[in-house]
Protein backbone atom coordinates (compact mmCIF):
# COMPACT_ATOMS: atom_id res chain seq x y z
CA UNK A 1 0.00 0.00 0.00
CA UNK A 2 1.47 3.47 -1.44
CA UNK A 3 1.39 6.59 0.71
CA UNK A 4 1.21 9.70 -0.80
CA UNK A 5 4.47 12.39 0.91
CA UNK A 6 1.34 14.72 1.47
CA UNK A 7 -0.06 11.51 4.04
CA UNK A 8 3.02 10.76 5.89
CA UNK A 9 3.94 14.48 6.35
CA UNK A 10 0.23 14.95 7.71
CA UNK A 11 0.87 11.66 9.96
CA UNK A 12 4.18 13.02 11.04
CA UNK A 13 2.87 16.34 12.28
CA UNK A 14 0.26 14.69 13.95
CA UNK A 15 2.33 12.59 15.92
CA UNK A 16 4.43 14.76 17.23
CA UNK A 17 1.46 17.24 17.97
CA UNK A 18 -0.32 14.72 20.04
CA UNK A 19 3.30 14.42 22.00
CA UNK A 20 3.34 17.85 23.04
CA UNK A 21 2.39 18.30 26.55
CA UNK A 22 -1.11 20.04 26.66
CA UNK A 23 -0.72 23.21 29.09
CA UNK A 24 -2.89 22.60 32.22
CA UNK A 25 -5.54 24.85 33.20
CA UNK A 26 -6.27 24.91 37.17
CA UNK A 27 -9.59 24.88 37.96
CA UNK A 28 -11.37 27.17 40.48
CA UNK A 29 -10.47 25.66 43.44
CA UNK A 30 -7.11 24.94 42.38
CA UNK A 31 -6.44 28.63 41.65
CA UNK A 32 -7.81 29.48 45.14
CA UNK A 33 -5.33 27.05 46.81
CA UNK A 34 -2.75 29.11 45.10
CA UNK A 35 -3.56 32.17 45.73
CA UNK A 36 -3.59 31.19 49.29
CA UNK A 37 -0.02 30.26 48.93
CA UNK A 38 0.92 33.59 47.23
CA UNK A 39 -0.54 35.26 50.05
CA UNK A 40 1.49 33.11 52.88
CA UNK A 41 4.55 33.98 50.97
CA UNK A 42 3.90 37.70 51.96
CA UNK A 43 3.11 37.09 55.54
CA UNK A 44 6.41 35.22 55.61
CA UNK A 45 7.97 38.07 54.16
CA UNK A 46 6.45 39.85 56.84
CA UNK A 47 7.86 37.81 59.93
CA UNK A 48 10.77 37.75 58.54
CA UNK A 49 11.19 41.44 58.44
CA UNK A 50 9.72 41.47 62.03
CA UNK A 51 12.50 38.90 63.57
CA UNK A 52 15.31 40.79 61.49
CA UNK A 53 15.73 37.25 60.08
CA UNK A 54 17.76 37.61 56.82
CA UNK A 55 17.83 33.85 55.77
CA UNK A 56 14.11 33.31 56.05
CA UNK A 57 13.79 36.93 53.89
CA UNK A 58 15.68 35.22 51.19
CA UNK A 59 13.63 32.55 50.99
CA UNK A 60 10.58 34.12 49.97
CA UNK A 61 12.56 35.59 46.99
CA UNK A 62 13.81 34.68 43.50
CA UNK A 63 17.29 34.92 42.30
CA UNK A 64 16.90 38.05 40.50
CA UNK A 65 14.91 40.72 42.34
CA UNK A 66 13.77 44.77 42.13
CA UNK A 67 12.13 46.68 44.83
CA UNK A 68 10.86 50.08 44.86
CA UNK A 69 10.57 52.24 48.08
CA UNK A 70 8.80 54.29 49.95
CA UNK A 71 11.86 57.25 48.83
CA UNK A 72 12.11 57.92 45.23
CA UNK A 73 15.58 57.24 45.57
CA UNK A 74 15.41 54.15 46.82
CA UNK A 75 15.29 51.53 43.84
CA UNK A 76 16.88 48.11 44.35
CA UNK A 77 18.28 45.87 41.79
CA UNK A 78 20.50 43.57 43.42
CA UNK A 79 21.18 41.02 46.36
CA UNK A 80 23.92 43.20 47.71
CA UNK A 81 21.72 46.63 47.66
CA UNK A 82 19.05 44.75 49.27
CA UNK A 83 20.79 43.23 51.75
CA UNK A 84 22.40 46.97 52.07
CA UNK A 85 18.77 48.57 52.37
CA UNK A 86 17.36 46.10 54.69
CA UNK A 87 20.53 46.24 57.25
CA UNK A 88 19.97 49.85 57.15
CA UNK A 89 16.09 49.54 57.66
CA UNK A 90 17.01 47.44 60.69
CA UNK A 91 19.70 49.53 62.20
CA UNK A 92 17.24 52.94 62.05
CA UNK A 93 14.33 51.48 64.14
CA UNK A 94 14.24 49.37 67.37
CA UNK A 95 11.42 47.24 65.72
CA UNK A 96 8.33 46.30 63.03
CA UNK A 97 5.09 45.36 63.58
CA UNK A 98 2.79 44.27 60.21
CA UNK A 99 -0.89 44.19 60.67
CA UNK A 100 -2.72 41.60 58.81
CA UNK A 101 -3.53 41.92 55.41
CA UNK A 102 -6.32 44.34 54.36
CA UNK A 103 -8.27 44.04 50.56
CA UNK A 104 -6.43 41.93 48.84
CA UNK A 105 -6.38 41.60 45.27
CA UNK A 106 -4.66 38.82 43.91
CA UNK A 107 -4.23 38.51 39.59
CA UNK A 108 -3.04 34.79 38.39
CA UNK A 109 -2.42 33.44 35.45
CA UNK A 110 -4.38 29.83 34.14
CA UNK A 111 -1.67 27.66 34.76
CA UNK A 112 -0.76 29.37 38.09
CA UNK A 113 2.74 30.34 37.30
CA UNK A 114 3.19 33.79 37.77
CA UNK A 115 0.91 36.14 39.87
CA UNK A 116 0.87 40.06 41.15
CA UNK A 117 -0.99 40.54 44.72
CA UNK A 118 -1.69 44.40 45.89
CA UNK A 119 -2.80 45.00 49.52
CA UNK A 120 -2.74 47.18 52.23
CA UNK A 121 -1.76 46.62 55.71
CA UNK A 122 -0.77 48.63 59.08
CA UNK A 123 2.95 48.99 60.12
CA UNK A 124 4.22 49.95 63.95
CA UNK A 125 7.35 51.03 63.49
CA UNK A 126 9.53 51.36 67.29
CA UNK A 127 11.95 53.95 67.10
CA UNK A 128 14.01 54.89 70.59
CA UNK A 129 10.66 53.15 72.31
CA UNK A 130 8.34 55.64 70.40
CA UNK A 131 5.87 53.85 68.59
CA UNK A 132 4.88 55.20 64.79
CA UNK A 133 1.94 54.05 62.85
CA UNK A 134 2.14 53.85 59.06
CA UNK A 135 -1.18 52.46 56.46
CA UNK A 136 0.89 51.09 53.46
CA UNK A 137 -0.29 49.95 50.40
CA UNK A 138 2.00 47.48 48.65
CA UNK A 139 2.26 45.70 45.95
CA UNK A 140 4.38 42.09 44.93
CA UNK A 141 4.68 40.47 41.82
CA UNK A 142 5.41 36.40 42.37
CA UNK A 143 6.99 34.25 40.12
CA UNK A 144 6.65 30.08 40.80
CA UNK A 145 9.44 27.84 40.33
CA UNK A 146 10.36 24.06 41.57
CA UNK A 147 6.53 24.47 42.93
CA UNK A 148 7.39 27.32 45.29
CA UNK A 149 6.49 30.55 44.68
CA UNK A 150 8.79 33.44 44.90
CA UNK A 151 9.06 37.52 45.06
CA UNK A 152 10.57 38.59 42.31
CA UNK A 153 9.63 42.32 42.35
CA UNK A 154 7.43 44.84 44.55
CA UNK A 155 6.87 48.31 45.26
CA UNK A 156 5.69 50.36 48.96
CA UNK A 157 3.92 53.35 49.37
CA UNK A 158 2.66 55.20 52.48
CA UNK A 159 -1.00 55.97 52.67
CA UNK A 160 -2.01 59.42 53.95
CA UNK A 161 -5.10 60.70 55.25
CA UNK A 162 -6.86 63.68 54.36
CA UNK A 163 -5.46 65.83 57.22
CA UNK A 164 -2.26 64.80 56.40
CA UNK A 165 -2.62 66.29 52.65
CA UNK A 166 -4.02 69.28 53.80
CA UNK A 167 -1.36 70.12 56.49
CA UNK A 168 1.26 69.16 54.03
CA UNK A 169 -0.23 71.65 51.25
CA UNK A 170 -0.90 74.03 54.02
CA UNK A 171 2.84 74.27 54.69
CA UNK A 172 4.08 74.27 51.22
CA UNK A 173 1.71 77.05 50.36
CA UNK A 174 2.50 79.38 53.33
CA UNK A 175 5.91 78.31 52.87
CA UNK A 176 5.99 79.71 49.19
CA UNK A 177 3.82 82.32 49.77
CA UNK A 178 6.27 83.72 52.68
CA UNK A 179 9.12 83.45 50.37
CA UNK A 180 7.84 85.36 47.34
CA UNK A 181 6.59 87.84 49.78
CA UNK A 182 10.02 88.35 51.16
CA UNK A 183 11.60 88.08 47.39
CA UNK A 184 9.10 90.69 46.30
CA UNK A 185 10.07 93.03 49.45
CA UNK A 186 13.89 92.70 48.62
CA UNK A 187 13.31 93.94 45.09
CA UNK A 188 11.50 96.64 46.32
CA UNK A 189 14.09 97.93 48.44
CA UNK A 190 16.62 97.32 45.58
CA UNK A 191 14.24 99.69 43.60
CA UNK A 192 13.89 102.21 46.10
CA UNK A 193 17.54 102.85 47.22
CA UNK A 194 19.32 106.07 45.17
CA UNK A 195 22.01 105.67 43.24
CA UNK A 196 25.26 106.01 44.83
CA UNK A 197 26.95 109.93 44.69
CA UNK A 198 29.93 110.04 42.63
CA UNK A 199 32.60 112.26 43.72
CA UNK A 200 34.62 113.36 41.16
Known amino acids: MRFSLQIILILIVSFFLACQPKPK ?3 PLEIQNEKEKVQKV ?3 FHVALEDKNFG ?3 E ?3 DE ?3 FGTDSSEIIKTFADFKMAIDKQWKDYDKIDYGELRDVSIQMDDNATLASII ?3 NAVITIAGVNVEYYLRIARILRKKDDRWLIVSGI ?3 VRNDDQIQRDYEKNTLGSTKQNSQEQSDQKEKKDQ ?3 VLKE
Do not use: R
Open 60 to 62: TLA
Open 42 to 44: IVD
Open 65 to 67: VIF
Open 56 to 58: KLV
Open 156 to 158: VGI
Open 119 to 121: YGT
Open 25 to 27: FLS
Open 194 to 196: KPP
